[in-house]
């Protein structure tokens, strides 16, 4: 209790933050999503949500989420049965090995798995346990872990509709390290249409000052903006594999107006990491903003938007 109090007076004291706050309670679920998503677009950004003709980045994104409601992007979502579409895309060579799935706790058996190993939820977005070291694991900590994951409703968050009927799930996956020997970057690709445009680089994830966030062109020239995160200061070394990384980018992002696919890469070989619809649940700011139009520009909405945009309220 004394830490939910202690949550809402912080929030108090920030109008911006107890609004944000109060969208977090289980009572705003009676919001719909178009109104909810404008409620807190306009909380974070200080303007009015455009979806009738949207311009920027955010804006389409927020669009997508309403109207652009393909039943497979729950299975792209999914972070278990996005496996087997991979793997008849571009072959299973690029999936990280699978060490287990499990729908509870209790049903991991901690002495058959490697001395390091990841877990994720399926259903959610953000949430990863590394293990470097089993014999250090605090399994009555790490149980409350994932519980807390199985019983997020992550939908309801940010209303990203392809994870509201996922189903939770705990996946085991090998653990992986690529040429640093220290972490694994991820090689984000935005793709619109098919088409990879830029990336970005996510580096110093689990390390100490947090993430870092790099995007590039496809010639490998650092791009003179940030979204939301800090930049690392330096030119990230561009990885061995970037030609196949183009390619499996391309085959993994057809038919669909924008995803991300991020990748892995360990000793020249790309590995996939997950897809994603609405990077930052469209709600980053871009520094300097002019790039939140530029990157929107790119985003071409289905050209169905006028016709079916009032079948979701």
């Not at 309403?66 to 793997?87: F, G, I, Q, S």
Request: net charge positive; hydrophobic share 35%.
């Amino acid at each position: 209790m004394s830490k939910i109090l202690n949550k809402l007076f912080r929030a108090l004291s920030n109008p911006r933050q107890a609004l944000l706050y109060l969208l977090k309670l289980r009572i705003s679920r009676l919001i719909p999503d178009k109104a909810y998503l404008k409620l807190k677009y306009r909380i974070i950004f200080g303007k009015k949500l455009n979806l009738n003709n949207p311009q920027t980045f955010n804006e389409k994104l927020q669009w997508l989420k309403l109207y652009d409601r393909n039943p497979m992007y729950t299975m792209l979502t999914d972070k278990y049965e996005v496996r087997k579409y991979v793997a008849e895309v571009i072959g299973e060579e690029h999936l990280i090995p699978l060490l287990g799935v499990w729908e509870r706790f209790e049903e991991i058996d901690f002495d058959k798995l490697p001395n390091e190993f990841v877990l994720k939820p399926t259903h959610t977005s953000g949430d990863i346990f590394i293990c470097k070291d089993k014999s250090k694991v605090d399994l009555t900590e790490l149980r409350k872990i994932v519980n807390k994951w199985l019983k997020r409703e992550y939908y309801w968050f940010h209303r990203e509709w392809p994870y509201k009927n996922i189903k939770p799930r705990i996946i085991a996956e090998k653990y992986m390290v690529d040429d640093s020997g220290v972490e694994l970057k991820d090689y984000k690709f935005m793709c619109f249409n098919g088409k990879p445009k830029i990336l970005f680089v996510a580096s110093n994830r689990h390390l100490e000052g947090g993430v870092k966030i790099d995007f590039y062109d496809l010639d490998w020239n650092l791009l003179p903006f940030e979204r939301h995160y800090k930049r690392s200061g330096k030119v990230m070394p561009k990885p061995r594999s970037f030609n196949k990384m183009i390619e499996i980018a391309e085959k993994l992002s057809q038919g669909i107006p924008f995803v991300r696919v991020d990748l892995y890469e360990v000793d020249g070989h790309p590995y996939f990491g997950e897809l994603t619809f609405y990077p930052g649940a469209g709600f980053e700011e871009f520094t300097p903003e002019e790039w939140d139009y530029i990157i929107g520009s790119w985003l071409q909405l289905p050209s169905w938007k006028s016709k079916n945009k009032n079948n979701y309220k």
